[in-house]
């Protein structure tokens, strides 16, 4: 069952788009900020960006467990996010309602894209506004003028997927080896994951049944047999309580 179960979950890490991303600027309540990382990990989001300047936390049940498999970056300041974007060449998007904004479908999403999320009651702020390339609404009928930001969120996102699947970009693998090898160990191997970041051990890398590749003496220093790695392994294969991937 892990064997299989490795191999499925690898494949879908290996579909992540790691020139797609999102930025919640002030973002300050958890069951939104959790929401929006599960629409991110849902589109194949490999790392989520955050503008906050105080302790954030997920709240796991909303979450689902995607702080386990999609890496998050937490910035200090709106600048500094958008010269992380751009040195990575991403057009950078802000949701707004104004003169300026067009329909967010009418954007390409195949390119490197970022996507800035405003705060729940004032919306992205003028820095925001200001630094990005383009803004986007989400057309509405009704009476109010916006949508839950973790609402806005999932529709954005889902037209990006749509059109990088149209575009053939979730055949392609852009996740790098170690990137990848560190999501898979932490998410296959938590037991033994934990040890290396509390012995400052580097994480080494798993075979095609996911199965740890390691030297004796890196054995010795996380003072654990391998049999009894692979007991524990097995244990928390089966406990699946707090796994995304429990179902696969």
């Known amino acids: 069952m892990f064997k299989e ?12 788009q790691t020139d797609l991303t999102v930025c919640m600027e002030h973002v300050h309540k958890p069951q939104n900020v959790s929401a929006v ?3 991110c990990d849902a589109v194949g989001i490999h790392e989520a960006n955050i503008v906050w300047n105080e302790h954030t936390y997920f709240r796991r049940g909303t979450a689902m467990g995607t702080q386990r ?17 751009k040195q990575q060449s991403m ?12 329909d967010f479908r009418q954007l390409d ?15 992205a702020s003028e820095e925001a506004i200001a630094l990005a390339d383009h803004e986007i609404i989400i057309p509405m009928m009704g009476m109010v003028q916006s949508l839950n930001v973790s609402v806005a969120a999932g529709l954005i996102l889902y037209e990006a997927q749509h059109q990088r699947q149209q575009a053939g970009l979730y055949d392609k693998v852009s996740i790098s080896d170690e990137d990848l090898n560190a ?17 400052n051990l580097p994480l080494p890398k798993l075979d095609d049944e996911g199965e740890v590749i390691a030297s004796d003496d890196w054995w010795q220093q ?3 047999s391998k049999d009894s790695a692979n007991q524990q392994t097995q244990t928390d294969d089966s406990e699946t309580k707090d796994d995304l991937f429990s179902n696969l």
């Open 69 to 85: 498999w999609l890496k998050h970056r937490k910035h200090t300041s709106i600048e500094a996010a958008h010269q992380h974007f």
């Open 37 to 39: 990382l599960r629409s």
């Open 109 to 123: 999403y195949t390119r490197p894209t970022a996507i800035i999320l405003g705060q729940e009651k004032y919306g």
């Open 222 to 224: 996380m003072q654990i």
């Open 91 to 102: 057009q950078v998007l802000v949701t707004n309602l104004s003169d300026k904004s067009v």
């Open 183 to 199: 999501l898979l160990f932490e998410g296959c191997h938590p037991a033994l994951f934990a040890q290396c970041q509390a012995k």
């Open 5 to 16: 179960r490795y191999q499925r979950i690898k494949s879908v890490l290996q579909k992540r």
